[in-house]
């Protein structure tokens, strides 16, 4: 059987994988991991120039979900849902940082990574989303609660991959 405690292990390596295909897609890009093993309001921050002379150049936030591509159009709508503070901290920590933010799904069934932009530089939201009250999770394992969740249209988004190993948690 498997515990929510090996899940969440899949899904933190799921992620360090996200991490590889945005840095094979970012050329000259480094990475400053945020996350660790503990909560954090991003994953990561992209970086751009040498290690000597970096300068930011993105926030990153990322979900691994057990739906496929098909699965998000047909059954969700070509919405993704996070929850809604996680994009209000997107926005605050770009017009902190001065840095787009993003949010990277991988789409583990299909095997699919997707890039939106959340917000600009200046923290004005750039994705198209609606916010709803729903039933969920409060995490991972965790008991089912009433919560806000963003509902974000994939207008825009980028597939910046579509041969990950295809896998479910």
Known sequence: MTTTLDKRKQMDAAAQEVVKVILRNSPNCGWIDTGGSSF??????????????????????????NISIVDLFTKY??????????????????????????????????????????????????????NESTAAPAGMGREVVVKEAAYIKLDGTTIIATEEACKTV
């Open 40 to 65: 954090a309001r991003i994953d990561g921050l992209l970086c751009t120039g040498n290690p000597s002379n970096r300068q930011l150049a993105a926030a990153i936030e990322i979900k691994c979900r």
């Open 77 to 130: 709508n070509g919405e993704l849902m996070v929850d809604a503070s996680k994009v209000d901290a997107l926005k605050n920590i770009s017009v902190m940082l001065c840095v787009p933010s993003f949010l990277v799904c991988y789409l583990m069934p299909s095997g699919t990574v997707l890039k939106t932009q959340i917000a600009n530089d200046k923290g004005e939201l750039v994705c198209n989303k609606r």
